[in-house]
Each structure stands twice: as C-alpha cells, then as structure tokens.
C-alpha cells in the first residue's frame, strides 16, 4: 500500500464512450502527475500538477483532459481515444518542492481501447 | 525530454548469480533514482543518488552514480527469485521532472 490509489484497476472502452481515471492520494503531497506505460517503452509523463496547478503538459493530445480540484484528487478525463491510447497509466504523487523527491506510485488503471 | 537508456532490456539468470544494469544518459540531472514494478503494480522507489561517483548499497543491491551524474548501475549480487520485476532508473531534473529509462525486465530462475 502506497497511500496512493487508482480507480479503476482496468478498463475497457469503445473509441466513442467517455470515461475518467480517478487518483487519489493520502500523503499529504502536493504535487501529483499522470504517467502511460506502453510496452517497451519508458514511461511517458503525461501532466504534472504542483499545488492544483498544471506545471507539464508534454504535448499530450486533447482527448486526455487532465482534472486537479484539490491537492488530493487528481482525475483524467478520457474521450474518443485511439486503439493506440491503450496502456497502464499511472498516478504519482510527491512532496514539492525542492529537495530530493521521490515519487509515490498507484497500481495504475490498464486501459483498452476497442 | 530527457533520455536515459537502460541495458539489458530483458535479463534471464539462475537464482545465485550476479548481474548488473545500467542506466546512460547524454544529461546531466540533479539525482538519479531506481525503482522496482512488479507485475500490476506501480513502481516502487529502490534508491536515490545525488552526488557525483555516490555507492549505495541495500542489502544484495548496490547502486552508484557516475561521476559525471549522467550514469548509473545497479548490480545484485546472488540474486534470488524474489528480485523478479521490472527495474526503472529516473532521472530528476529540477527537483520535480522525473524522466524514466525503458527499465531492464528481469527474471530470476529458482
């Protein structure tokens, strides 16, 4: 256990349904972010949010939306995604700022897309 | 973006044997982290070095950090099945960016 918590676990959706992740922290943090892990691939950061502010967003196409309403909770919001979108994506969290973070992983929703 | 290059990418040993990863990057960050993934989990924080040619040891596994902050290798010594997972080094860049190798896959064989 973590004290950070994913939901759901896994996912199956059409390329035209909506759908969110849900990430939710008991840390204390107040920097959290969203990263996709694709098979052989490293893992790609997504979206920083330090603060409830979005520090990184590293050209992530617009059908994922990032949502951050409060240093606990962090959402992402999916729509009309690609059969390529498909991966584990995975929250983290950390302190911030400065100093020699770490970050805190969930287990991370496997998502695919049909 | 920051790339790191992890090597191997896949390790099959027999429990017993020793073994090392390396993580090489063209950059130079302010620390240097290892983390372990264990199938459906998230990856798991190992180690963080900072200072230039820093070892670090954790029970069977040592850690050090290049001189020059741009490498870093994780050897284990008599590995044992339980150090089965997915080894992740990351380099942090400006305290808060964390940029991951592909990790190194490995297998220990009882």
């Known amino acids: 256990e973590t004290g950070v918590t994913q939901t759901p676990r896994h996912l199956v959706m059409g390329m035209t349904n909506k759908k969110s992740l849900k990430c939710e922290q008991h840390?204390?943090?107040?920097?959290m972010y969203w990263y996709k892990q694709s098979a052989k691939k490293p893992l790609e950061l997504m979206f920083v949010?330090?603060?409830?502010?979005?520090?990184e967003n590293n050209s992530v196409p617009s059908r994922f939306s990032p949502e951050c309403p409060n240093s606990s909770h962090l959402f992402l919001h999916l729509h009309t995604l690609q059969p390529e979108d498909s991966a584990l994506y995975l929250c983290?969290?950390?302190?911030?700022?400065?100093?020699?973070?770490?970050?805190?992983f969930g287990s991370g929703t496997q998502l695919s897309v049909l | 973006t920051q790339l790191l290059e992890q090597s191997p990418q896949f390790l099959s040993i027999q429990e017993g044997e020793n073994l090392t990863v390396y993580c090489n990057s063209s950059?130079?960050?302010?620390?240097l982290q290892w983390y372990r993934q264990e199938p459906g989990e998230g990856p798991v924080l190992l180690v963080t070095?900072?200072?230039?040619?820093e070892v670090k040891k954790l029970k069977r596994l040592t850690f050090q950090f290049g001189d020059a902050r741009k490498d870093s290798s994780l050897h284990i010594t008599a590995a044992q099945p339980g150090d089965t997972g997915l080894y992740l080094c990351?380099?942090?860049?400006?305290?808060?960016?964390?940029?991951f190798g592909s990790g190194t896959k490995l297998n220990v064989k009882p």
């Open positions: 070095v900072v200072t230039g040619g």
């Open positions: 983290a969290s950390s302190h911030d700022p400065g100093g020699n973070e770490k970050l805190f």
């Open positions: 990351a380099g942090v860049y400006n305290f808060n960016k964390f940029y």
């Open positions: 840390l204390g943090h107040n920097a």
């Open positions: 949010y330090s603060l409830e502010e979005r520090v």
């Open positions: 950059s130079v960050f302010s620390s």
